[in-house]
């Protein structure tokens, strides 16, 4: 299961996952245009002790998101049919510099 960590560089903007992890280098992701996998996990970055992670659809923001996590909170979405998306998903810091990692499996 490929991992990385995504960085959210300033609070109170939304970044598209896709996007973020379109960013990184071919040796940090090594599947440059994917769009959907089976498993995604999202997970608060441990060095968070002062912010959290909204994820929300694009109008994310720190009241209405549908998911927040705080250092080392995790999330996992699955669906077999390869399905679950990367970009319907957006990102939301409540600090600058937040960070979140990304584990996923395709099929």
Not at 71 to 86: E, G, K, L, M, P
Request: charged share 15%.
């Amino acid at each position: 299961m490929p991992g990385t960590v995504v960085t959210l560089t300033t609070h109170n903007v939304a970044y598209r996952l896709s996007d973020l992890l379109a960013s990184l280098t071919q040796a940090a992701h090594p599947f440059p245009g994917l769009t959907n996998c089976r498993e995604l996990t999202l997970t608060g970055d441990p060095g968070n002790a002062a912010g959290i992670v909204y994820i929300g659809d694009g109008k994310v923001s720190t009241s209405d998101y549908e998911l927040q996590l705080p250092a080392a909170a995790s999330y996992t979405w699955r669906d077999d049919r390869n399905s679950v998306s990367f970009t319907n998903k957006f990102l939301l810091g409540s600090v600058d510099g937040i960070k979140a990692d990304v584990l996923f499996e395709t099929q």
